[in-house]
């Protein structure tokens, strides 16, 4: 069975930096790309990144280009996100999410973890 | 870039069928068909339903279908139930590289 855990949020002051850690288990880690979608309190779904199975292609939503770096460690079946300059807005609830395939214009989310609460606030 | 576009809300009795609609443009559901639907009750996290407009993962109900025409995309829920009752979002890749959600849609159960 696919279980992925989230770990690492928590409350972090405007300007701040946290890095959010995702561990996989129950499938080869290594074959599958994998997202990380947020969704701030009761609003919608937001994706965020992508990272491809071997970590060669990377994309970001354009929001997020630049504060935000995405990695992934095969050998620890764990994906990481790096968040920088963190801003109120980027409050939400981050959920990592398995990929199906190693190019972003077929992917859908078919595995996802229960996420894990980042509080930006002074 | 905006959300793809779905209504607020959508209701319907028990056994009634209900369509959720979800409107994009040329740069991503107009022109690609890599449209995925998810289901998140309260609470919890959400969860594959359609993939690639119309195809279903093994598990989830024959009652959930998915189509698309142009630049919008929809998903028919047949034989409504109770425990449909939840938020839907679809999704979208995009021209510049990147996947798009729509506002998401609450369905109440009358």
């Known amino acids: 069975e696919v279980h992925l855990v989230e770990s690492g949020g928590g409350l972090v002051k405007p300007g701040g930096s946290l890095r959010l850690s995702c561990a996989a288990s129950?499938?080869?880690?290594?074959?599958?790309?994998m997202h990380w979608v947020r969704q701030a309190p009761g609003r919608g779904l937001e994706w965020v990144s992508w990272i491809g199975s071997r970590s060669t292609y990377i994309h970001y939503a354009d929001s997020m280009k630049g504060r935000f770096t995405v990695s992934r460690d095969n050998a620890k079946n764990a994906m990481y996100l790096q968040m920088n300059s963190l801003r109120v807005e980027d409050t939400a609830v981050y959920y990592c999410?398995?990929?199906?395939?190693?190019?972003?214009?077929?992917?859908?989310?078919?595995?996802w973890g229960q996420g894990t609460l980042v509080t930006v606030s002074s | 870039q905006s959300a793809l576009t779905q209504p607020a809300s959508v209701s319907g009795s028990p056994g009634q069928s209900i369509t959720i609609s979800c409107t994009g443009t040329s740069s991503d559901i107009g022109t690609y068909n890599y449209v995925s639907w998810y289901q998140q009750r309260p609470g919890k996290a959400p969860r594959l339903l359609i993939y690639?407009?119309?195809s279903r993962p093994s598990g989830v109900s024959d009652r959930f279908s998915g189509s698309k025409s142009g630049n919008t995309a929809s998903l028919t829920i047949s034989g409504l139930q109770a425990e449909d009752e939840a938020d839907y979002y679809c999704n979208s890749y995009t021209w510049s590289s990147t996947m798009l959600f729509g506002g998401g849609t609450k369905v109440t159960v009358l």
């Open positions: 129950g499938f080869d880690f290594s074959d599958y790309s």
């Open positions: 999410a398995r990929g199906n395939h190693w190019q972003l214009v077929q992917n859908f989310f078919d595995n």
């Open positions: 690639d407009i119309s």
